[in-house]
């Protein structure tokens, strides 16, 4: 009886461990999705004369320039600094645009984002389009815009804030910053990027 009681166990606890590592693959599986495809949103804006409208579609502004992706959370000093230097930095709007996207919706309001973000006395004040619901809202496919099963922070890989991302015409990713806190020089690298991807 005690062989099979311990039998037992041992499957019970080999089942449980079966699922955790199918789990863990799984999410591996769903990254290297995320990052062999290409997505696009539209997303709500906060509704300011800045963000031309109540919704955002990436792909009509990318056929535009390419854009400056910005992740942010209320809280974020480093999000602050770039905030602050990106709007500072002298931003060739011809050549890049940047666009706010809010992070962490699920923790906090979009007032919140209002307040820190697009009220243009803050400190950290954006003069460009910041999008909001990017926790809830699912990306599109980029090629056929069909919704896909990833909420938009997942189909960018769930980035940390800040994170600052260039994308070209095509939804790519090429360029991103390394720095948490701002740094003149990254800029200057994004918008020297963007401007050859606009030649």
């Given at each position: 009886?005690?062989?099979?009681?311990?039998?037992?166990l041992t499957l019970t606890l080999l089942s449980a461990s079966v699922g955790c590592l199918a789990?863990?693959?799984?999410?591996?599986?769903?990254?290297?999705?995320?990052?062999?495809?290409?997505?696009?949103?539209?997303?709500?804006?906060?509704?300011?004369?800045?963000?031309?409208?109540?919704?955002?579609?990436?792909?009509?502004?990318?056929?535009?320039?390419?854009?400056?992706?910005?992740?942010?959370?209320?809280?974020?000093?480093?999000?602050?600094?770039?905030?602050e230097g990106i709007r500072e930095g002298n931003v060739n709007y011809s050549v890049m645009q940047?666009?706010?996207?809010?992070?962490?919706?699920?923790?906090?309001?979009?007032?919140?984002?209002?307040?820190?973000?697009?009220?243009?006395?803050?400190?950290?004040?954006?003069?460009?389009?910041?999008?909001?619901?990017?926790?809830?809202?699912?990306?599109?496919?980029?090629?056929?815009?069909?919704?896909?099963?990833?909420?938009?922070?997942?189909?960018?890989?769930?980035?940390?804030?800040?994170?600052?991302?260039?994308?070209?015409?095509?939804?790519?990713?090429?360029?991103?910053?390394?720095?948490?806190?701002?740094?003149?020089?990254?800029?200057?690298?994004?918008?020297?990027?963007?401007?050859?991807?606009?030649?």
């Amino acid at each position: 009886m005690r062989k099979i009681a311990g039998l037992l166990l041992t499957l019970t606890l080999l089942s449980a461990s079966v699922g955790c590592l199918a789990e863990e693959n799984q999410e591996e599986l769903d990254d290297l999705e995320a990052e062999d495809s290409r997505y696009t949103f539209t997303l709500p804006t906060l509704g300011r004369d800045v963000d031309g409208g109540s919704m955002l579609d990436l792909t009509a502004e990318l056929e535009k320039v390419p854009v400056l992706l910005f992740w942010v959370s209320s809280q974020c000093q480093g999000c602050h600094e770039w905030a602050e230097g990106i709007r500072e930095g002298n931003v060739n709007y011809s050549v890049m645009q940047p666009i706010t996207i809010h992070r962490y919706g699920n923790f906090e309001t979009s007032e919140k984002i209002m307040e820190v973000y697009g009220n243009n006395s803050s400190d950290h004040y954006s003069p460009w389009p910041v999008v909001v619901d990017a926790h809830s809202r699912l990306a599109l496919d980029f090629d056929t815009r069909e919704p896909s099963e990833l909420s938009v922070v997942e189909a960018f890989g769930n980035l940390p804030t800040p994170s600052v991302i260039l994308l070209d015409k095509n939804g790519n990713i090429v360029w991103e910053a390394t720095s948490y806190w701002f740094s003149d020089n990254q800029l200057e690298e994004a918008g020297q990027i963007a401007s050859g991807l606009s030649d």
